[in-house]
């Protein structure tokens, strides 16, 4: 089964700074990879997914992530924040199970911008 | 379009309780997952129906089940309601098994007091 590890629970950056959100995956043959977004009090939404090919993933509102598979990463990224980047992420992998495809994801990393 | 939508919003129920939640995905998609979200935590798989049929099932006890319809929307019940169910009941919806990507609805807040 697969797994995944968000290595930081919450994340604090200033305003318009640089910011990396870590994940790690359980290695596996092939491997399906995303970045959500939670704002408070509502649902999921897709930042950005990987499903095969070019390494960097390119997401909504700025974010990207790499896919590296020797240190079997997908590190979220966004050069320059602002306030409305307040939300919880969370790192998923698809992971196929009793026929089902499940997503499985991690602990949610909360990233909060001071101005 | 309309994106994937669920009711109740909010819903408060004592132990011992039985609860429906309900989703309707986005029009054309055949498939539901269900994913419980404790606070403080990532969701958690509960079910997957594709075309009315269960494909899998997450580690959960036997009180939690669920249907799909014949219009692809699905409910999901728990029974004998425990303090440990209060979570964010999500559901999502993608057009076929789910190995594309999968719509997220706004959610159930379940509070068990």
């Known amino acids: 089964a697969q797994s995944v590890t968000q290595l930081d629970s919450q994340v604090p950056v200033f305003e318009e700074a640089p910011v990396e959100l870590r994940c790690n995956y359980s290695?596996?043959?092939?491997?399906?990879l995303f970045w959500y977004v939670q704002y408070p009090n509502q649902g999921l939404q897709l930042l950005l997914k990987y499903l095969s090919g070019s390494t960097l993933v390119k997401g909504i509102n700025g974010f990207e992530a790499e896919f590296n598979k020797s240190q079997t990463s997908f590190h979220l990224r966004k050069p320059s924040v602002h306030i409305s980047d307040t939300a919880e992420y969370f790192c998923a992998v698809r992971d196929a199970f009793q026929g089902a495809q499940k997503l499985v994801f991690g602990q949610g990393t909360r990233l909060t911008i001071n101005p | 379009d309309a994106g994937v939508t669920q009711s109740p919003t909010h819903l408060i129920k004592t132990r011992g309780q039985h609860v429906t939640l309900r989703c309707s995905p986005i029009s054309g998609h055949k498939s539901v997952s269900w994913y419980q979200q404790v606070l403080g935590q990532g969701p958690q798989f509960i079910f997957q129906?594709?075309?009315?049929?269960?494909?899998g099932r997450g580690n959960f006890p036997d009180r939690f089940s669920a249907r799909q319809f014949p219009n692809y929307s699905s409910e999901l019940n728990v029974n004998a309601l425990l303090l440990g169910d209060s979570a964010l009941y999500l559901c999502?919806?993608?057009?076929?098994?789910?190995?594309?990507?999968?719509?997220f609805g706004p959610g159930t807040r379940l509070t068990v007091l």
């Open positions: 129906y594709y075309e009315k049929e269960e494909r």
């Open positions: 999502a919806s993608s057009p076929e098994g789910g190995r594309d990507e999968q719509f």
């Open positions: 290695s596996s043959v092939s491997v399906y």
